[in-house]
């Protein structure tokens, strides 16, 4: 079964913490995205990556950034969290040809104080 | 204006209910996804269609190209179909792999 998993559904920081939200697929999926949902915009892409140590920017990539050194994992960083990065955010991956459609992970609630 | 309309953006019915959600997109597209996301957070993918109609249980989604129209269709609804349902579009002039998504119809299916 195809599985996508994040590191944690929940999640609590402090103004100016760094943060790391990961994300791992195991089925060997070239593409992997970070999205945030937010009520009333939907999903947004913040980054994503068709290969290893490959990425390019998405919608709205400020005050983000990434890692991906190995394929399986794809690591989403908050270098210094603010609270309007209190927000839902989703891992999803897909082949390179995008043909199976995307599966995403369970989702990290992360909260900013 | 949005690249991708859902409508409605909430809908209420009654358990067994035949159940229409609708998605027009103003872009060209490879394909359409349907996605469907429970209360938690997780979304799973429910269909992909570049033309025609898919079906899978008691869901069917259909795409009209030459209309940049898709319909999700929900026959005998149960209250366990209640979740968001979110389209999205393959971009042909998007980055690779990226979506377009729509802002989700909220379907709520009373017992």
């Known amino acids: 079964d195809v599985k996508v998993t994040q590191s944690s559904r929940y999640l609590v920081k402090r103004t100016g913490e760094k943060v790391f939200l990961e994300c791992v697929q195991d089925m060997d999926h070239e593409n992997m995205f970070w999205y945030r949902q937010d009520p009333g915009l939907g999903l947004r892409l913040i980054y994503f990556s068709y290969d290893v140590k490959m990425k390019e920017k998405g919608d709205i990539p400020e005050g983000y950034s990434v890692s991906r050194e190995k394929k399986e994992r794809f690591s989403l960083i908050l270098e210094s969290a603010s609270t309007n990065q209190t927000s839902m955010y989703l891992c999803?991956?897909?082949?390179?040809?995008?043909?199976?459609?995307?599966?995403f992970g369970p989702g990290t609630r992360l909260t900013v104080l | 204006k949005n690249e991708v309309e859902q409508s409605p953006q909430n809908l209420t019915a009654q358990e067994g209910e035949f159940i229409t959600i609708n998605c027009s997109y103003s872009v060209g597209i490879s394909a359409l996804h349907w996605l469907q996301q429970h209360p938690g957070g997780g979304i799973v993918s429910l269909f992909m269609l570049s033309s025609g109609k898919k079906k899978h249980g008691r869901l069917i989604a259909t795409i009209n190209i030459q209309e940049k129209h898709s319909s999700l269709h929900i026959t005998a609804s149960h209250p366990r179909d209640s979740a968001v349902y979110i389209c999205?579009?393959?971009?042909?002039?998007?980055?690779?792999?990226?979506?377009?998504f729509g802002k989700g119809t909220k379907l709520s299916v009373k017992p």
């Open positions: 999205a579009v393959s971009d042909y002039g998007g980055s690779q792999g990226n979506l377009i």
């Open positions: 999803a991956s897909s082949p390179y040809t995008d043909s199976e459609g995307r599966y």
